[in-house]
């Protein structure tokens, strides 16, 4: 087992590359729904227990299928009215189980990436042979399904091996979503050697931490969002800074929680300033702009310190 993974170097948050979004925009703000099928009755896995209740699981199972019926649809409107396109973290298994799901998001051109192939399957006791070819059929899923080259990555469930990022950008990815360090992009070490990024996915703000873990009421949820946006805008004003919205439709979409949604999302998008974007375009904007100042800016400082 290793004791560091290596993925990145020490890069304190000051006197970096200014970055500059698109239109002069302090933050690149983007919504990451993710978008996921659970299986009522999934693989054991000796490592985590998908259901913590006795099988049959019906109220986890139907909950989140009311996210896919339901959920799904209020979500997409709402981002509609803000003129948003998501990324979607996406559970490849719904290309199977809801087509109807993918084709509403493709007419919007929004962004698909892997999240797995259930959210009931994890990574934790595969070898890396079989992670890999997890990663690789996900991807491909997408390919077939929405004719899109998959970008992006969030561990099913949140459950990585000591390899998960340097296989997915092996596959062709350019981005991860499954490090929790920044409120930047930062340049990723893989070891392929390609350049890679880590574009800035909120655990903070993802509303099932919000309200299933941390027990918050939706009017609370939507101060943080403000919040949170707040410091990131000004401290855009000196360096573009990211905001990423995590959400998933069996949570923020319920009737009583969408409305604190609607008002953030507003507050958010009413400042001119702002980028709404996709983790695509964020990844690939940096990688274009400023992977390699980064980099050697992060070069220049461990050289100086050591």
């Known amino acids: 087992m290793k004791q560091d993974l290596n993925l990145y170097k020490e890069w304190p948050y000051i006197n970096r590359p200014k970055i500059e979004w698109p239109n002069k925009a302090r933050v690149a703000f983007w919504v990451a729904p993710n978008i996921e099928f659970y299986e009522i009755n999934p693989p054991p896995n000796p490592f985590r227990t998908p259901w913590p209740q006795p099988y049959p699981p019906v109220a986890g199972y139907s909950i989140r299928d009311y996210g896919n019926r339901v959920g799904h649809i209020r979500q997409m409107k709402l981002l509609d009215k803000y003129g948003l396109r998501g990324s979607i973290s996406l559970s490849t298994a719904l290309c199977h189980h809801h087509p109807e799901i993918i084709e509403l998001c493709r007419e919007r051109e929004w962004e698909f990436f892997s999240h797995g192939i259930y959210n009931t399957r994890y990574t934790y006791g595969l070898s890396e042979e079989q992670e890999r070819s997890m990663i690789r ?18 561990a099913p469930a949140l459950s990585h091996s000591e390899k998960t990022i340097d296989i997915f950008a092996e596959e062709g990815g350019i981005y991860t979503c499954d490090l929790f360090h920044d409120d930047q992009p930062t340049p990723i070490t893989v070891s392929s050697g390609k350049k890679f990024v880590s574009i800035p996915y909120s655990l903070e703000m993802n509303d099932t931490i919000v309200f299933a873990v941390q027990k918050v009421e939706p009017r609370r949820y939507t101060q943080m969002l403000k919040d949170n946006f707040d410091q990131l805008y000004k401290e855009g004003a000196e360096s573009g800074t990211v905001m990423c919205i995590p959400t998933h439709n069996y949570q923020i979409s319920c009737p009583h929680r969408i409305k604190a949604f609607e008002e953030a999302l507003e507050y958010i998008t009413g400042h001119s300033d702002v980028w709404l974007t996709t983790g695509r375009e964020i990844a690939q904007y940096y990688l274009d702009h400023y992977y390699d100042c980064c980099s050697e800016d992060i070069d220049k400082r461990i050289e100086n310190h050591d």
């Open 137 to 154: 059929e996900s991807m491909d899923i997408i390919k077939e399904f929405t004719g899109q080259t998959c970008a992006g990555y969030l």
